[in-house]
């Protein structure tokens, strides 16, 4: 029933690029993506409602395939402040609005 | 603009002993959700609230955790007879509107960290 998230890390170096995968088994209406550094809050990024929307805040990007329920998150010229753990939260009717189900996590740490 | 407010931030507490966990959310804000993360694991879901309603607590335990969000005051988490597996942080957020229609952005409070001897 989580989603499921891939990689589960990842280790860049300041200025490379990232690719997050989130995969539901369930048909999904919106997808959800956050960032939680140790010991502090998850800090929103970005909604993603059905429809095959991409959206983009500066460096970071996501699409959403409600056909295959598939989101991706894609950060490029990653600098040392995306070090986290990236979720990805995703909500369907089956499980009922409003309620996020939040994937596996992947834990992303980028280096100078 | 204040963003959503936990208090406390840490909580220690003694096996058996009850747990009160509060939030109030962010200004115009009136759903509030409670979400747990055990250490090195994701979020799970507990329970959503409206104001004087209990709309979803599936992800609630059966049994000691009971949740409210009042009128008026901050939305209290509750754990009685607390065990050292309630041990984890606990969540709160917030949202706008929750028509069942629109996804609303959910913005999260810096949690309750509690440690049960």
């Known amino acids: 029933q989580q989603p499921v998230q891939s990689p589960q890390a990842v280790i860049l170096r300041e200025g490379e690029d990232a690719v997050i995968n989130c995969s539901s088994s369930?048909?999904?209406?919106?997808v959800h993506w956050y960032r939680q550094k140790h010991g502090e809050a998850p800090v929103f990024l970005m909604i993603?409602?059905?429809?095959?929307e991409q959206k983009g805040h500066d460096k970071i990007s996501a699409s959403f395939n409600e056909k295959k329920q598939q989101s991706s998150l894609y950060l490029t010229a990653s600098q040392l402040s995306y070090s986290g753990t990236y979720f990805c939260?995703?909500?369907?009717?089956?499980?009922?609005?409003?309620?996020?189900?939040f994937g596996t996590g992947t834990r992303l740490l980028v280096s100078p | 603009n204040a963003g959503v407010m936990q208090n406390p931030r840490h909580l220690v507490r003694r096996r058996g002993q009850e747990a009160r966990l509060r939030c109030s959310p962010m200004?115009?804000?009136?759903?509030v959700y409670w979400y747990r993360q055990l250490p090195e694991e994701g979020l799970k879901f507990m329970v959503y609230?409206?104001?004087?309603?209990?709309?979803?607590e599936s992800g609630m335990p059966k049994e000691r955790f009971s949740a409210e969000f009042p009128k008026e005051g901050p939305s209290i988490l509750r754990i009685q007879q607390v065990v050292r597996g309630d041990s984890a942080a606990y969540f709160c957020?917030?949202?706008?509107?929750?028509?069942?229609?629109?996804?609303?952005?959910?913005?999260f409070g810096p949690g309750t960290r509690l440690t049960v001897l």
């Open positions: 369930k048909a999904l209406y919106s």
């Open positions: 957020a917030s949202s706008s509107r929750g028509t069942g229609q629109k996804a609303d952005t959910q913005y």
């Open positions: 200004k115009g804000h009136s759903h």
């Open positions: 939260g995703t909500e369907s009717p089956s499980t009922g609005f409003q309620k996020l189900v």
């Open positions: 609230l409206q104001k004087e309603n209990i709309i979803d």
């Open positions: 993603l409602l059905k429809g095959g």
